[in-house]
């Protein structure tokens, strides 16, 4: 067998030349997970945080205390509401330093069935104030008023004393581009459906030494937003919803037994359930371009390569994560103050803002505010912005019903809403009644009636 020179010539130099091909069509990954590489979805207006409890927190609420607006971000809470029905407004200007007419109001309602069991219901509408439309030289045609909205409704239910699930069907409705079907063939309003499910667990710690003081644990878990793709036109290519896993955690301290003061802690995490951009070589430039292949994926297989694609490994997943966590004081469930901060890596958004929010109560009424503060040079839609929100909340048979539960005068109530024992009564001083020795009671003579039996 002769040995061909020229032959493995050929072969090393056409090895050599695949390896430099491959080496320009690649980056390191380090390099990709520093790389800007946000994830986009459709309806981004899913996402944002319409409780303005919540707003004043950091954004944080899968595992706080429930309210009227309590299950825009976790269901499964409102199994543990104490009032029986209540219905919530709020309402939230939207780039407000740019525009006057965007804005997102938020409308909810809530009943409770025999206290584990809870139904809700949600209507969201995202204004994107008006655009003039022009024709090709310019020339003014219509004015369009885009808009955007969704509606759900959902169960909770409560088993035993600390854990609840719940579920919840949204549909969604985006109208991004009013009318264009007639300047555009086959542009067309977006519609979808999603689903939300939800967990809950909240723990009381009573003081076992008899203080004055108990805690309270909470831990939440929400998928939200899992559902069918959008899309505007014809395109057999579909966006992905903003579906979403977001865990809570609450740390909340009663600091007496009248429950006038408490303290909370809560921070949550949240990561989109949609797949990351990837990037191919392109031969004419001879670069890295972002590609658009991941959009073919189904739902579910979208859900799990979440986890797993990003093309900058293991570190560029981390970067998706983002974080919020606030703190908020309560007085006589009358007054509060609170604060919180949001962290989005800046890779995937770098939004990073600082809030603070304040609560009013009276009677049935209650009054939530939350102002934004940028930490960072990205802008945000809400910056230097109040929001507001305002709920009312009752119990059935109004004032009779919280006077018929009201606790006897004996009783001392706790915080977590269960009731200690009245205090032992002293066996040595014998009152009126009292039978310390166990026997037979005596039993007072009544004076004999002198107008006889009946008559007074």
Known sequence: MQFNGKKCLLVVLSIAGSVCAFAQSTVTRAELANKVNTITTAVPFLRIVGDTRSGGMGDVGIAISPDANGAQLNGAKMAFIDKDFGVGLSFTPWLKSLVGDIYLANLTGYYRIKKVQTVHMSLRYFSLGQIQYTDEVGNNTIQVHPNELFVDAGYSRRFGDIAAVGATLRFIYSNIAPNAGTVIPGNKPGIAGAADITVMVDKHFENKKGGNVSHELLWGMAITNLGSKMSYTSNVVKDFLPANLGIGFGYKVHLDREDK?????????????????????????????????????????????????????????????????????????????????????????????????????????????????????????????????????????????????????????????RQLPPPSSNPLKKGKGDNPGGGPQEQEKSEPNPLGNGQQ
């Open 261 to 417: 003061h408490t303290v909370g802690a809560y921070l949550d995490v949240n990561k989109l359930l949609v797949p990351t951009p990837q990037y191919v070589y392109d031969s004419a430039s001879g670069t890295n371009k972002p590609s658009t292949t991941y959009k073919n994926q189904g739902v579910i297989s979208g859900v799990i390569s979440s986890f797993y694609d990003a093309p900058g490994g293991a570190t560029e997943e981390l970067h998706s994560i983002s974080m919020g966590i606030g703190a908020e004081y309560f007085y006589k469930k009358m007054f509060g103050l609170r604060i919180g901060y949001f962290y989005e890596h800046p890779t995937k958004g770098n939004r990073k803002f600082l809030t603070v929010g304040a609560t009013i109560k009276y009677n049935v009424a209650t009054l939530h505010m939350s102002y934004l503060v940028p930490t960072s040079n990205q802008r945000n839609p809400l910056d230097n912005t109040f929001s507001f929100s305002l709920t009312f909340e009752f119990m059935k048979g109004g004032q009779k019903k919280a006077v018929d539960e009201a606790p006897a005068d004996n009783v001392t109530p706790t915080p977590a809403g």
